[in-house]
């Protein structure tokens, strides 16, 4: 069965500092990879999505960055980080090349808060 | 424009009773899903159900329900015989045919089952 693994769990970092946030998903070959963003008490935003290997789309400006380094892999990044960044951040794979009538798996988040 | 509408914020239900939480959607594509997903306090996305807007019956899954009317664009989610677990925030989303890849989410309801 397919998994998708999501680290660290929480992160507490200052202003101005960088971010690398990890998603692997494993039971699956060449997922769509996604990334959101959840603002407390809100729904998600996209932030990332990925249809291959260092295939990446923005859906928002920002102060962020993904990778996609490996088939099963993405990375969330950020060279400093900004105090609007906080927030819950989660990521989704879906099998490639579904298409609207297919679920997005997610995995279980991290917590990010800039102090 | 807002694709996704969750006009309730939040709800209390007695435990045993059924909860109706609802959904209108905004899309001129033809072909568009419809997912509910649930948000347990500690973070993951769950997915519910599923409703394509070419099915001609109301999809099912359990205790959960969507009352799909296609005219009204309105997607609601049923929860019978609700269980002090049914705590949690509920997201109604859409993936558009056009746009396949993203899936777009509301605001969220937060579900309170009372004992």
């Known amino acids: 069965s397919q998994t998708i693994h999501q680290w660290p769990a929480t992160l507490v970092q200052p202003v101005g500092s960088p971010l690398s946030l990890e998603c692997t998903v494993e039971g699956t070959s060449n997922p769509n990879l996604y990334w959101y963003r959840q603002a407390a008490g809100r729904g998600l935003q996209l932030l990332f999505y990925s249809v291959g290997i260092g295939q990446i789309s923005s859906e928002v400006p920002q102060n962020l960055s993904a990778s996609r380094p490996q088939d099963r892999q993405f990375i969330l990044s950020s060279k400093k980080l900004l105090l609007s960044d906080s927030g819950f951040y989660l990521c989704a794979w879906s099998v490639l090349g579904d298409s609207y009538n297919s679920p997005l798996h997610f995995g279980n988040g991290t917590r990010l808060t800039v102090t | ?115």
């Open chain 2, 1 to 115: 424009a807002q694709k996704i509408t969750q006009t309730q914020p939040g709800m209390f239900v007695q435990e045993k009773e059924a909860v109706t939480l609802d959904c209108t959607y905004d899309t001129s594509d033809p072909s568009y899903g419809l997912f509910w997903y649930k948000q347990p306090s500690s973070g993951e996305m769950i997915f519910l159900i599923y409703q394509g807007s070419y099915d001609q019956q109301n999809a099912t899954e359990g205790r959960y329900s969507l009352n799909f009317q296609k005219a009204r664009k309105s997607a609601n989610l049923v929860i019978s015989a609700s269980q002090l677990g049914d705590s949690a925030m509920y997201f109604c989303a859409m993936r558009e045919g056009e746009d396949d890849y993203k899936l777009s989410f509301g605001a969220g309801t937060t579900v309170t089952v009372r004992a």
